[in-house]
């Protein structure tokens, strides 16, 4: 059996098992946001990773969040913060969005099913800013390696056409 077959193996076994926490249902509209690297950008046909504000407004209060705890919170730099990922600039962009518009990036559902009022993407979670989602759907946090926000994935395309605002990463947190 080749290691991907056992890892694979491994993953659905404790998804199985019920270790996977339970995902949140949206509401039908509700603002996302899109946290990236300031010189990161997209075209129109591009998948953006992105959480519902009002999840990163409440777990920020709770974790008392400054921009580097946010970045390990989401999984997006390590626990120690060092290293280029964590020195650079980061932003916050926030879009309106319909829920129909979203799906969930869980390497271990079946694509197309509803998880949570969301159906699952057909493509493949993207990893390349970080460690990214679990494969439950879910952030996990650097520091604790503890269940994070959800995490939906939606066509920039989609998110744009309502409207976006952009901020770095210091003024998201302040304004709230």
Same mark, same amino acid.
């Given at each position: 059996?080749?290691?991907?077959?056992?890892?694979?193996?491994?993953?659905?076994?404790?998804?199985?098992?019920?270790?996977?926490?339970?995902?949140?249902?949206?509401?039908?509209?509700?603002?996302?946001?899109?946290?990236?690297?300031?010189?990161?950008?997209?075209?129109?046909?591009?998948?953006?990773?992105?959480?519902?504000?009002?999840?990163?407004?409440?777990?920020?209060?709770?974790?008392?969040?400054?921009?580097?705890?946010?970045?390990?919170?989401?999984? /997006?730099?390590?626990?120690?913060?060092?290293?280029?990922?964590?020195?650079?600039?980061?932003?916050?962009?926030?879009?309106?969005?319909?829920?129909?518009?979203?799906?969930?990036?869980?390497?271990?559902?079946?694509?197309?099913?509803?998880?949570?009022?969301?159906?699952?993407?057909?493509?493949?979670?993207?990893?390349?800013?970080?460690?990214?989602?679990?494969?439950?759907?879910?952030?996990?946090?650097? /520091?604790?390696?503890?269940?994070?926000?959800?995490?939906?994935?939606?066509?920039?395309?989609?998110?744009?056409?309502?409207?976006?605002?952009?901020?770095?990463?210091?003024?998201?947190?302040?304004?709230?």
């Amino acid at each position: 059996m080749s290691l991907v077959a056992t890892l694979l193996g491994l993953v659905l076994q404790a998804h199985a098992s019920g270790s996977c926490a339970e995902l949140h249902s949206p509401s039908s509209e509700l603002k996302v946001v899109w946290i990236s690297p300031v010189p990161q950008r997209v075209t129109g046909g591009a998948r953006l990773q992105v959480v519902a504000l009002e999840d990163l407004e409440a777990w920020s209060e709770r974790a008392g969040a400054s921009p580097t705890r946010l970045l390990q919170g989401m999984g /997006l730099v390590n626990r120690r913060a060092r290293g280029r990922r964590a020195r650079r600039p980061y932003k916050a962009t926030v879009f309106e969005v319909r829920r129909e518009w979203l799906c969930r990036p869980i390497a271990i559902a079946e694509a197309g099913t509803s998880q949570a009022g969301v159906p699952v993407c057909a493509e493949a979670p993207s990893r390349r800013l970080g460690r990214g989602p679990s494969t439950c759907g879910y952030t996990v946090d650097a /520091l604790g390696q503890a269940r994070g926000l959800d995490v939906y994935r939606i066509r920039w395309r989609d998110a744009a056409s309502g409207g976006f605002c952009v901020y770095s990463l210091d003024k998201l947190l302040a304004s709230e």
